[in-house]
Antibody
Framework: EVQLVESGGGLVQPGGSLRLSCAAS????????MHWVRQVPGRGLVWVSR????????TYADSVKGRFSISRDNAKNTLYLQMNSLRAEDTAVYYC???????????WGQGALVTVSS | DIQMTQSPSSLSASVGDRVTITCRAS??????LNWYQQKPGKAPKFLIY???SLHSGVPSRFSGSGSGTNFTLTISSLQPEDFATYYC?????????FGQGTKVEIK
């Protein structure tokens, strides 16, 4: 059974940093692109970033480029999102998701809430 | 960025009704259009990929169609468990973008 479990969310002050983790199981992690998507509670879904199977290709939304960094450790079956210079507008639930055949997101984690507030 | 616009933003329907949700892209996206269902407090659930391919395990009352810029999600006979918010999403080019969502409520 495919499982994605996020951790690392919490309350952080503006300008601070946080690292989210997404532990994957039930599939060959290293062969799948992985993504991060966020959602302000009560609002819509916003794509954040993606990374290919070996970690050599990464892409970011303009809103997080230069502040967020996606990475993965295939030996640990874990995806990461390092978030620096956090702003109030980064407050959201962050989901990790697996990409099926590169073009869609077939499995999602339960989400990790990140709150940026003083 | 490619903008995705869904209509309607919300609708009220009864069990057994046929429901159609429309998604329009600001430029052509071929068939790179996916649909997701989300219930309150839950992660999105993947329904349909490449416009019309049903994900394994998704009931056959769900169907998708379209290409280019205009797409539809149809629920042929609405069931109680289908009351949720539905999102379209394009994967033609990055940044991947989602529609604003369509909330399907009980009439």
């Amino acid at each position: 059974e495919v499982q994605l479990v996020e951790s690392g969310g919490g309350l952080v002050q503006p300008g601070g940093s946080l690292r989210l983790s997404c532990a994957a199981s039930g599939f060959t992690f290293s062969t799948f692109w992985m993504h991060w998507v966020r959602q302000v509670p009560g609002r819509g879904l916003v794509w954040v970033s993606r990374i290919n199977g070996d970690g050599s290709i990464t892409t970011y939304a303009d809103s997080v480029k230069g502040r967020f960094s996606i990475s993965r450790d295939n030996a640990k079956n874990t995806l990461y999102l390092q978030m620096n210079s956090l702003r109030a507008e980064d407050t959201a639930v962050y989901y990790c998701a697996r990409a099926l055949r590169v073009v869609t997101l077939d499995y999602w984690g339960q989400g990790a809430l990140v709150t940026v507030s003083s | 960025d490619i903008q995705m616009t869904q209509s309607p933003s919300s609708l009220s329907a009864s069990v057994g009704d046929r429901v159609t949700i429309t998604c329009r892209a600001s430029q052509t996206i071929s068939i790179y259009l996916n649909w997701y269902q989300q219930k309150p407090g839950k992660a999105p659930k993947f329904l349909i990929y490449t416009a019309s391919s049903l994900h394994s395990g998704v009931p056959s009352r769900f169907s998708g169609s379209g290409s280019g810029t205009n797409f539809t999600l149809t629920i042929s006979s609405l069931q109680p468990e289908d009351f949720a918010t539905y999102y379209c999403q394009q994967s033609y080019s990055t940044p991947w973008t989602f529609g604003q969502g369509t909330k399907v409520e009980i009439k």
